[in-house]
């Protein structure tokens, strides 16, 4: 083989193919940051322009099989989330065929094995809804359950929000409680809003049936066991509400039939008892066990039904003859009674001599009751006491307005050991308070004449504060504040003073000593001070 030629070897590329170089790298840099379109578009100006390109060429047929294969993968994720999963299937294996990468390969695989739970959930679904229509609710919430856990295990093509929502409701306990079933209602308001793609909208569809179906077997059982225990009343209104919540089911009215001949029946025998004690009662004189008795039927057993459901006992015989019976009873017994419960509130508002005068004329009636003499007791002791408590506070009121505070305070003290509990404890401590601050108010007064200011400031200070929120004393409270700002201004006067004389004193030596500009300056301070305090006669003496 000969060697090439010098001239070849350092042949220069012409224009042309220089050209061709840099159309020829922009297509392969559009290729391989997968700008497929503008990729195929610059490979076919290429290959215009350079027939002969074999490079560009292939490229070309490279880029635009990867090109279809892109929009076919597009177009099948499209029908996907329709879920219209035939045609996205053919769609994603014609893609597959023209560029079958690694991941089109697994979405493929997904996306099969989607299908095939699909068919499972749909599977389930028709199950549930056969067993529904036989009224089989407990083998229908099985299959709701294991269809509405499939497509959330899942969890392909559903966001995480709908995911959290679906799980959350899966995992409630007991939708038969209204605090329950409110959140329940809360979670599939979330999957509402968020039911926008096919598959979101199915789990929607199903979390609705699911948490229906598994509320009426629930309150179904709710029915069952409340009657059971005996807890009739839960039994009717959980039977209500199922009436209401599913009004075209057979169920439905056999449950509210049920529940409420039980209820009435319940309510009758316990109404009859009570009958039976309220006549024996009244017999035997104990009127207060009639009422009891009387009241039980009325507010304790008729009375809540009849408030929350008021059609329950409408026209039924046997309840309209007991209820009339009781009334009777009543009547018999209301006399006595009435009076008893007449002295009972006036004992308990303070009214003592009416509770004495009430409770003398139910002892007229009822001789050897205990029960009577006890309250009677309590009542006249009661009225001795509110009769010491007056005469305390009327007596301490005096000695406050007269200014005599260590007597009042004496008074209001004792008064306090009566009041305890009582409403009028609260107005005793009050001018008590206002008691102990003029105290320290009068203290204060004394001091401060005997010019103990330091004490006088102590007491005042005190004054002030038992007189603050302290309506009676506010006055007081008022005269210490003036009086311990007067102390102050006395006390600094005396500071003052004070070191006025100790100006006087240097001023004098240092005129002693001829330092006479040193004692103008001292005397000049001592001037200063003066003009505050002294009178005109008082600073000639100074200034001598």
């Not at 294996?93 to 699909?118: C, F, K, M, P």
Request: hydrophobic share 40%.
């Amino acid at each position: 083989m000969s060697e090439p030629s010098v001239n070849s070897m350092n042949h220069e590329p012409t224009q042309a193919e220089v050209e061709r170089r840099k159309q020829m790298q922009w297509a392969k840099r559009l290729y391989k940051e997968r700008n497929l379109k503008q990729a195929v578009q610059a490979l076919r100006e290429v290959i215009y322009r350079y027939p002969d390109d074999m490079e560009a060429k292939d490229l070309y047929e490279q880029a635009q099989r990867e090109q279809q294969a892109e929009e076919l993968h597009m177009m099948a994720r499209s029908y996907y989330v329709s879920a219209e999963y035939d045609r996205a299937m053919d769609l994603l294996e014609r893609a597959a065929a023209l560029h079958g990468t690694s991941d089109v390969y697994e979405e493929l695989a997904r996306w099969r094995r989607t299908i095939a739970q699909n068919h499972r959930v749909d599977e389930l679904e028709l199950d549930a809804e056969q067993k529904i229509k036989t009224g089989n609710l407990p083998d229908a919430l099985v299959s709701l359950t294991d269809a509405l856990t499939e497509a959330v295990d899942r969890g392909l093509q559903l966001p995480e929000a709908t995911l959290e929502a679906a799980r959350r409701l899966l995992g409630m306990q007991d939708l038969s409680t209204e605090v329950e079933w409110d959140t329940a209602q809360k979670l599939l308001q979330q999957l509402h809003q968020g039911a926008v793609q096919h598959s979101a909208l199915r789990v929607h569809r199903l979390a609705e049936q699911w948490a229906r179906v598994k509320r009426r077997v629930q309150q179904a059982g709710a029915i069952s066991s409340s009657m059971a225990m005996g807890q009739l009343i839960a039994a009717y209104r959980i039977a209500r509400q199922y009436l209401q919540e599913n009004p075209r089911e057979e169920d439905a009215i056999d449950y509210l039939a049920k529940t409420q001949e039980a209820l009435i029946g319940s309510l009758n025998n316990s109404a009859r008892k009570r009958l039976e004690r309220a006549s024996k009662a009244l017999e035997e004189g104990t009127y207060s066990v009639v009422l009891e008795n009387c009241t039980e039927i009325e507010e304790g057993i008729y009375g809540p039904v009849e408030k929350e459901f008021e059609d329950v006992l409408l026209n039924i015989e046997e309840t309209e003859h007991i209820r009339s019976e009781a009334q009777r009873l009543r009547y018999q017994a209301e006399r006595v009674q009435g009076l008893l419960n007449h002295g009972r509130m006036a004992l308990h508002s303070g009214r003592y001599e009416e509770a004495v005068e009430a409770f003398e004329r139910v002892r007229q009636l009822q001789p050897q009751s205990p029960e009577i003499q006890t309250l009677l007791e309590r009542a006249r002791h009661s009225a001795e006491q509110e009769h010491r408590l007056h005469w305390a506070l009327d007596r301490g009121q005096a000695l406050f307005a007269a200014e005599s505070y260590a007597q009042a305070a004496e008074v209001l003290t004792e008064a306090l050991t009566v009041a305890s509990g009582t409403d009028r404890e609260h107005v005793i401590h009050t001018l008590l308070r206002a008691a102990r601050a003029g105290i320290r108010l009068v203290a204060g007064r004394e001091r401060m004449a005997a010019g103990e200011y330091e004490i006088a400031e102590s007491d005042f200070m005190e004054a002030v504060r038992l007189g603050q929120d302290c309506e009676p004393a506010r006055e007081i409270a008022d005269e210490a504040q003036v009086l311990l700002s007067r102390i102050h201004e006395r006390m600094r006067e005396l500071r003052d003073r004070e070191e006025a004389h100790k100006y006087i004193q240097q001023g004098r030596q240092a005129l002693t000593e001829g330092q006479v500009g040193p004692a103008i300056v001292l005397l000049e301070r001592v001037r200063q001070i003066l003009d505050r305090y002294v009178s005109d006669s008082e600073r000639e003496v100074y200034n001598g």
